[in-house]
């Protein structure tokens, strides 16, 4: 039914109408498309580090489900938790957890890098420099992780 509709004398007629209006048809222009490598990203440093700091958003939602399944196994009860340690303790989570632990601290020590771009602080009028922004991160996050390691290793008597 398209043919008999594009065979139509009416549509021939429009079309060499049209053709007549716009000239000879040319042949589509071709743009340049350079060759760009996969691995492009791998080649400059600050690449590397952004592509490395967004993969660690991944990980650090491994650490989250790995909580939650914590949590959950010591609310299932002592074989719960037995089982949660036990299957914590295979080789293969080891190394995940491991390297899951260097994406995290590198996803921390990124952030607060960033941190003193993201906030200003002022400070008798003046603005506190970034560095001074960036070490109060690093000494609060060393002071809550002494913390941890206090409380984890056994606080108190």
């Not at 065979?7 to 060499?16: D, I, L, V, Y």
């Not at 498309?33 to 580090?49: A, D, E, N, T």
């Not at 489900?65 to 074989?79: F, I, K, P, R, T």
Request: hydrophobic letters at 55%.
């Amino acid at each position: 039914m398209s043919e008999l509709a594009d065979r139509s004398p009416n549509r021939r007629e429009a079309s060499t109408l049209s053709e007549r209006a716009s000239g000879p048809a040319r042949p589509r222009a071709r743009t340049y498309q350079p060759r760009i490598s996969r691995l492009w990203w791998v080649r400059r440093p600050s690449y590397l580090l952004f592509a490395l700091r967004e993969l660690s958003s991944l990980f650090v939602a491994w650490f989250v489900v790995y909580l939650l399944l914590l949590v959950a196994a010591v609310h299932g009860g002592s074989d719960s938790y037995h089982a949660f340690l036990e299957w914590g303790s295979s080789p293969w989570l080891l190394v995940v957890n491991v390297v899951a632990l260097a994406f995290v601290v590198l996803h921390a020590i990124t952030w607060f890098n960033l941190a003193p771009q993201a906030m200003v602080i002022r400070l008798r009028g003046r603005r506190v420099p970034s560095p001074m922004i960036a070490a109060g991160h690093f000494a609060a996050w060393v002071v809550v992780s002494a913390v941890v390691v206090w409380i984890v290793l056994g606080a108190g008597p």
